[in-house]
Each structure stands twice: as structure tokens, then as C-alpha cells.
């Protein structure tokens, strides 16, 4: 199957001033430390902990991410490349949450609120239209690699089984009132976790992924199932999926409990 080749879009208009004032926001802190650094040293250093890190580190995160959500766009899609473009060897970077064998009989399970869990097989997702996409990967340690991954949209899915609203309907990007906020996801040994926020799960370009350069994925790779989300680095892209869950507050992340930033948007 060929690469999808969505066009695209413009940008949507952002306000000048809106983009200035986040700005203002994530650099102030930055901008006060150089213009007093002894004091402003000692004041992070006794500074509580927000998350894992030093609260004054953390609310700059927080208002970067404010940043990126002001120029984010479901019409806004990463680059894509021709398929013959892609590495064939990908990179394997971080063995957390897989480094036991893959479970004889995995399944994904789906927590729905005032339901009981959905249990899914490979098959199951695979019933869904295949997508690929052949972009490039970026890892939050400086590397990147062109990547083809073939599986099915989130979107498409959380449409399918209706999740991801809080009425039990398909969700919509629209009606904004009626998703739940993030969606989290774990690995079936609970080792790995990650939360995403919605609008970035229900992106075109996010998949379900169960195959790498045209063949099922292996463990090294999160076989038999894992995300590939193109607008965040690569720690967001959790591999061997076990869980999925959906939540207006945000889920546990590995990354971001260790000091990460947790929207890590491109």
C-alpha cells in the first residue's frame, strides 16, 4: 500500500498578541535569572519539587507547552518522504516496559467509563483502513531517522469503538466539550506509561502501528502494537501498547515524572 499523501493546509491565524504574551510567559523566568543570577540561583535551589524537578523549572515547561497547544492544528501535518527514503534498519532506542518476551496473549484493553474494559486483538485493529506514513523520527536525545510505519489511525479507531467522549458517541474534534482531555496508555507489564493529550491523539497522522517497513513490527520495535504520534519526540511513542485509558486529568508519564517536559510537541 502506497504512502497517504495528505496536502498541507495553512496554518490558522493566531493572534499576534496571543503568541507574544506566551512567549513573555515561558522566557520571563529565564530573562529574571540573567538579570539577577545570585538570587534567583538561590531561590530554585530551595525551591519545592512540581513533577520531578524544581518548581520554577517546571512552570516554564508548563508555559512552553502553552506555546505549542497555541500553534497546534490537526491540519497542520509533519513532512512526509518517499517510502524508498526510509532507513531500512530503524533505530531501537530504550527497552523500558518491553524487555520481557511479548505476552502469548496479548490484547489491548480499552477502560471505558461505566463499561466494562474492551479486550482487542491484532486483528481487531487491523480490521481498520490502513495508513502509512514515511516521516521523519525524532528522539528528544538529538537523532532523528526517516521511519515508514504502516497501521491504523487512532482517529479511526476511537471513532470506530466510540472512545474518547464522555456521551459514548464517536468524538469529534469540534465538540470539544464532550472528549475527555488526555488519553493514557501503559505497557502490559506497567513498566512504561505515557499520557497524551487528545487533540494530538486524534491527529491524521497518529497510528496504531503493527508494522515497520512493511513487515509486522518486532519487539525490539513494541511489537504487536505501538503508537506512532509524528508531532511528538519520540518518548511519547509508546511501544507494546497493554492499556488504554481516557481522563480529564492528566495521566501518569514516565519521562515527565523524571524531570521531562510532558507535552514534548515538535
Not at 469540534?174 to 472528549?179: G, I, Q, S
Amino acid at each position: 500500500m502506497s504512502q497517504s499523501t495528505e496536502p498541507k493546509l495553512p496554518e490558522s491565524d493566531i493572534p499576534e498578541s496571543v503568541v507574544r504574551r506566551k512567549l513573555l510567559q515561558s522566557f520571563g523566568l529565564f530573562a529574571l535569572a540573567a538579570a539577577v543570577p545570585v538570587g534567583v540561583y538561590e531561590w530554585i535551589t530551595h525551591s519545592p519539587k512540581l513533577r520531578g524537578i524544581k518548581k520554577p523549572f517546571r512552570q516554564v515547561l508548563d508555559a512552553n507547552e502553552q506555546v505549542a497547544r497555541t500553534y497546534f492544528s490537526n491540519t497542520n501535518l509533519v513532512r512526509t518522504f518517499p517510502v524508498e527514503e526510509a532507513e531500512k534498519k530503524a533505530r531501537v532506542n530504550g527497552y523500558d516496559g518491553i524487555r520481557t518476551p511479548v505476552p502469548e496473549d496479548w490484547k489491548l484493553q480499552i477502560d471505558r467509563p461505566n463499561a466494562e474494559p474492551l479486550m482487542l486483538t491484532i486483528d481487531d485493529i487491523k480490521a481498520l483502513p490502513k495508513h502509512e506514513i514515511v516521516y521523519e523520527f525524532k528522539c528528544i536525545e538529538g537523532w532523528s531517522q526517516v521511519q515508514h510505519w504502516g497501521g491504523a489511525r487512532l482517529s479511526d479507531f476511537l471513532e470506530h469503538y466510540k472512545l474518547g467522549s464522555k456521551s459514548g458517541n464517536a468524538p469529534t474534534p469540534d465538540n470539544t466539550d464532550d472528549l475527555f482531555k488526555y488519553v493514557g496508555m501503559e505497557t502490559p507489564d506497567k513498566g512504561y506509561y505515557v499520557g497524551i493529550d487528545i487533540e494530538s491523539a486524534m491527529h491524521p497522522q497518529t497510528l496504531l502501528a503493527y508494522e515497520l517497513n512493511g513487515q509486522p513490527i518486532n519487539a525490539p520495535h513494541g511489537a504487536p502494537l505501538r503508537l506512532i504520534i509524528p508531532v511528538k519526540y519520540g518518548v511519547k511513542n509508546l511501544k507494546r501498547i497493554g492499556r488504554m485509558f481516557f481522563s480529564d486529568q492528566r495521566p501518569p508519564d514516565f519521562w515527565a515524572e523524571r524531570g521531562y517536559d510532558y507535552y514534548v510537541g515538535l
